[in-house]
């Protein structure tokens, strides 16, 4: 699924259907890791040094904040709405990379997993993807948050939760955000833009609980970026031997080997293929330890031994699908 050997997955078209966009597939602290150019080891880390060398669509080891586009085509009319999970510290970057790369021409509505700042710290951005109003007379984009998330961005935004103006404050432009609470539970699906999505609550290490999401009728799709262990409603969902067989599983995968204390490395991300056995899986997440084509020489031999096809995903990444 790499730009090597597929020759849609950066085409640089919105194209005429459903597709999934990668904007990012790192960790927080995204790739290349800054340590590593401003005292750099003896031999220089490969990744990071690869990372710079390279322009962005040649260089799958260049990674932002992990986050994903959705673009959804409901009907045969071509009409596109644009889906978007998590708005992190690189979400300007990743709209002059892949939003013009791939010709998406706006957001119709934001998924939230939770409110790390990797997820969230890209809000304020958010206008630069909304039509120009000096006085915010503009429709609010629908952004989908569980109530502990919406908490914590009051403290950390407050101007883009308050809903009216104190006495003298001037109007200022910033981000039109309708903020839609959803439940932390496998059963309480919502609609974005069109499209069904259920909350897959997991634990990002035993003291907190993050959303993955499970959403698509024709092709069924789990996205988890944030993953230490599955509760076991959430494992049913997505499990070939519980609600049925995904066609595609997009994991979290930290690093190399593991453990760790709130995300799954690869190790047990393989684990978890093997036991939810989806048709294919795609991993996000990855710091520097992870080389996209050497570890992705490992991923291969691994499919092919266990018989399920596992790959690395990249910046920019397009997988056209039937939702």
Known sequence: MDSQSNGNALNGSSGNGSALIFLGTGCSSAIPNIMCLIQPSDPPCRVCSQALSLPPE????????????????PGGDGKHNYILIDVGKTFREQVLRWF???????????????????????????????????????????IFLTQSAMESIAVKFPYLVQKKLKEGQEIRRVAQLDWQIIEEDCQKSFVASGLQV????????????????LFGEKYKVAYISDVSRFPGKTEFAISKSGAGQLDLLILDALYKRGPHNTHFCLPESLEAVKRLCPKRALLIGMTHELDHHKDGEYLEEWSKREGIPVQFAHDGLRVPVEL
């Open 100 to 142: 013009t790369f791939h010709k998406i021409p706006r957001v119709d509505s934001i998924i939230l997993t939770h409110e790390h700042a990797d997820a969230v710290l890209g809000l304020d951005d958010v206008r630069t993807v909304q039509p120009f109003s000096p006085t915010n007379d503009i429709d609010p984009t629908p």
């Open 58 to 73: 040649q260089n799958p080891n260049y990674r932002c904040n992990t986050s994903m586009l959705i673009d959804y085509c």
């Open 198 to 213: 259920s909350p897959l609550p997991v634990m990002h290490g035993e003291d907190y609980v993050c959303l993955g999401f």
